[in-house]
């Protein structure tokens, strides 16, 4: 896990609500699950039903189905369901590990991101940045 992070305690209305962008199998949602609070919420986004399935199943087996919640989707096309986020409809933390590089709209991807964000919200990615493009590989090798 190389990019979650202990949030600070509570926001200042009482509860913390987390996404994590491209989740996987929810390695780091369910981790940071223990930080959000029994009030809090981790949203876990993935765009593959198979990596939903097993996050669901390993929060099911770690207790964590209740704060805890995993949908299929893009990260450039995510909405979150307002009975999880509740009226302000945005997260007070966006976490990303290992995503963005493949998304193909990633401009689009971090203004959903922002978009997604509360004022003063953080935004925490860990990801693969890559200066020289392809051909210079080739060139070199
Ligand atoms: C390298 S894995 C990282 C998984 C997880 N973040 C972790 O650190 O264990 C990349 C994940 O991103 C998901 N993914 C790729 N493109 C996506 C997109 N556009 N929207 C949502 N998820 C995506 C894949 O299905 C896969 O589960």
């Not at 996404?19 to 959000?36: M, P």
């Not at 199943?57 to 770690?62: E, F, P, S």
């Not at 997604?116 to 953080?122: I, K, M, S, T, V």
Request: aromatic share 8%.
């Amino acid at each position: 896990m190389c990019s979650s992070s202990k949030p600070r305690v509570c926001s200042s209305h009482g509860w913390y609500v987390q996404v994590d962008l491209g989740c996987g199998t929810g390695t780091d949602a369910l981790i940071t699950a223990g930080f959000v609070g029994s009030e809090g919420r981790v949203i876990g986004v993935d765009l593959t039903p198979e990596m939903v399935k097993t996050a669901q199943a390993n929060a099911h087996a770690l207790g964590l189905s209740d704060n805890v919640t995993f949908l299929v989707g893009q990260i450039d096309d995510v909405v979150l369901p307002p009975s999880l986020v509740s009226a302000r409809n945005s997260a007070d933390m966006v976490i990303s590990n290992g995503v963005f590089n493949l998304t193909d709209d990633k401009a689009r991807a971090f203004q959903l991101a922002y978009d997604l964000l509360a004022p003063g919200g953080r935004f925490q990615l860990a990801d693969v940045v890559k200066y020289e493009g392809p051909s210079s590989f080739k060139k070199n090798d």
